[in-house]
T-cell receptor
């Protein structure tokens, strides 16, 4: 298994500002994934982050809005830029461990 | 494209009884993985169980078992001896296994309520 921590656990932000979410894993992993869960909805993959290369974004998500860094094999950040109330969601990072995939505790973001 | 369907928005079960949460999937990939996650009100996603498409045996993890019927493309989760702490959202998900990494596609979830 993998132990994943995220910071912050929650935040309330003003529209137009940006928030950077940190994800730390207790072991080295090749791929890290960022998901969004809008209120009452299921999870949707934002992007896949591989160390040393640009993140790969899913349809509907762009780098200017959700820039991602992956400086090493245990850490990644996701920035939510120029926030609007529609960005209010839980943001979760995850990693693979064998055939299993584990999630961090999530960052609950509210944009006012 | 892969798709997961969970047709039960909510399920009720009494404590100590068993409950089955339905999940059907659609994919053209020959190799895939199926996952179940539990999401309590705190929002964390708790991994429960995994089934590979080539696994001959149904996966089991403690009180959780996955009823995998490949021909029917179903991967139902069975929770035996329900406990009050099992009340949560449950998500079924799948991924391709031939790309070297997993991108999970999730269903819409089933909210389970366990009553005393």
């Amino acid at each position: 298994s993998a132990v994943i921590s995220q910071k912050p656990s929650r935040d309330i932000c003003q529209r137009g500002t940006s928030l950077t979410i940190q994800c730390q894993v207790d072991s080295q992993v090749t791929m890290m994934f960022w998901y969004r869960q809008q209120p009452g909805q299921s999870l949707t993959l934002i992007a896949t982050a591989n160390q040393g290369s640009e993140a790969t974004y899913e349809s509907g998500f762009v780098i200017d809005k959700f820039p991602i860094s992956r400086p090493n094999l245990t850490f990644s950040t996701l920035t939510v830029s120029n926030m609007s109330p529609e960005d209010s969601s839980i943001y979760l990072c995850s990693v693979e461990a064998g055939n299993e995939q584990y999630f961090g505790p999530g960052t609950r973001l509210t944009v006012t | 494209a892969q798709k997961i369907t969970q047709t039960q928005p909510g399920m009720f079960v009494q404590e100590k009884e068993a409950v089955t949460l339905d999940c059907t999937y659609d994919t053209s990939d020959p190799s895939y993985g199926l996952f179940w996650y539990k999401q309590p009100s705190s929002g964390e996603m708790i991994f429960l169980i995994y089934q590979g498409s080539y696994d001959q045996q149904n996966a089991t993890e403690g009180r959780y078992s996955l009823n995998f019927q490949k021909a029917r493309k179903s991967a139902n989760l069975v929770i035996s001896a329900s406990q009050l702490g099992d009340s949560a959202m449950y998500f079924c998900a799948m991924s391709r296994m031939n790309t070297g990494f997993q991108k999970l596609v999730f269903g819409t979830g089933t909210r389970l309520l366990v009553s005393p």
